[in-house]
């Protein structure tokens, strides 16, 4: 009994909503040096390596999708970022991490892996 208690409790994916706050970084190497934190509103994520950091609202569609409007950059003359809107969508859960898919008009679909650090 104890057995299936703890495989139960420890075999858990987590929710969507377990990754709605909280600062993230990339799986992905090639974004290493961004670190994210997100407030239930707002996203500001923050290149540890050129100090610019990029500003965005954070509208909950659902507890797994979000919509992502950049409205501020720092330190970075890429003030085209500014009006920038992306749809992102939750697409599997993990125990410290999830995989969605972003879109935007501009820029391909991008499959991406958030992983939570606080």
Known sequence: MLFGLTIGIYGQEK???DFKVGDFKYSNPEYSEWIIN???STQIETS???GIKIFSSVDW???CEYI???YKVLNSDAKNI???IFHVEIIK???DSYICISKNDAIDDMVLEMIKIK
């Open 15 to 17: 929710k969507c909503s």
């Open 68 to 70: 992502l409007t950049s």
């Open 48 to 50: 540890t390596k050129t």
């Open 93 to 95: 859960t993990l125990a």
């Open 38 to 40: 997100r407030t239930d």
């Open 82 to 84: 500014v009006g920038s």
């Open 61 to 63: 569609k659902s507890d």
